[in-house]
């Protein structure tokens, strides 16, 4: 709703994943693949594919939570979406 009512914000949609499985190779790209289908989301309600960047980072950004189980995994199995600022900026 926020990204809706403010055309002008420019958004990074970063994708990560947890360390304890897969490989390098294959988090960096599940990760963008989850980013990617937030972006789709996002335009698929109206919002300017301009506006958005989608980033996969895999496992290589600091945790959301210490990996000692699967709620804790899966906490870092995410996509956060960050306010660049406005376009005009």
Known sequence: AMI????????????HTDRSTG??????????????????FLGARG????????????????R????ADEDARRANRRVEIVNLGSAGR
């Open 4 to 15: 809706a009512r403010h055309p002008d914000v420019q958004v990074l949609l970063a994708g």
């Open 64 to 67: 959301v939570a210490a990996e």
């Open 47 to 62: 919002v300017g594919a301009a506006r958005l960047t989608a980033v996969g980072y895999g496992s290589t950004r600091p």
């Open 23 to 40: 490989s390098p190779a294959w988090n960096m790209e599940l990760s963008a693949r989850r980013a990617a289908a937030v972006e789709d």
